[in-house]
């Protein structure tokens, strides 16, 4: 089984004093884009990794209405982004050994690419990345997510490039909102 993880428990330091994830992007919260395209996506459930100290964020999840999301509270928030990503994986039941893995600030993602990310699976690849001319991008597919979180646990990177296979997904898998001006920027480019 494949589950999804949208990471939201950072600290939105380059960002100002306002939670930039419930600012709002195009309309709704900003964590609202990343959140249903995690639920568009071809898997069963979607875990949301907040902070401890986040009830806003746990509060702005009330408006979906699905029994496919589930929250996770990260226990040391926002100190990184792989602390976050393990206490995702830690939420996820025995039978989903495969997980999307998407940011809370990424309003744009393409519709469609986790039906790549999923159809381009490689039997040497630990994951599957969207990228955008030859730059990381989000999501990622995780292929065997018990072997990233025992390397999470002994304090290891998740993945070595070498088992990362990455496809092209265009400007909107790179596009995040890090600073307030990111939100006015991103409307101009084609995602």
């Known amino acids: 089984m494949r589950a999804a993880i949208v990471l939201a428990a950072g600290q939105s330091r380059r960002f100002g004093a306002a939670n930039k994830l ?60 792989r602390a976050s990503l393990l206490r995702g994986l830690q939420a996820l039941r025995d039978a989903e050994r495969e997980s999307f893995v998407f940011l809370g600030d990424l309003p744009h993602i393409p519709a469609g690419i986790t039906g790549r990310l999923a159809a381009h699976t490689k039997p040497n690849a630990l994951a599957i990345r969207a990228g955008h001319r030859g730059g990381p991008g989000h999501p990622v597919l995780i292929q065997d997510t018990q072997t990233v979180r025992n390397r999470l646990d002994a304090g290891e990177a998740p993945f070595m490039a070498e088992e990362v296979h990455m496809i092209e997904g265009g400007p909107g898998v790179i596009a995040d909102i890090d600073r307030p001006g990111d939100r006015r920027a991103i409307p101009r480019r084609r995602c």
Do not use: N, Q
């Open 22 to 81: 419930l600012t709002i992007y195009r309309g709704k919260p900003l964590v609202h884009w990343a959140i249903e395209s995690a639920l568009a996506a071809p898997v069963g459930r979607v875990i949301v990794v907040i902070s401890r100290d986040d009830r806003l964020i746990h509060a702005a999840l009330g408006r979906f209405r699905s029994d496919r999301l589930g929250v996770a509270v990260a226990l040391h928030s926002g100190r990184t982004r």
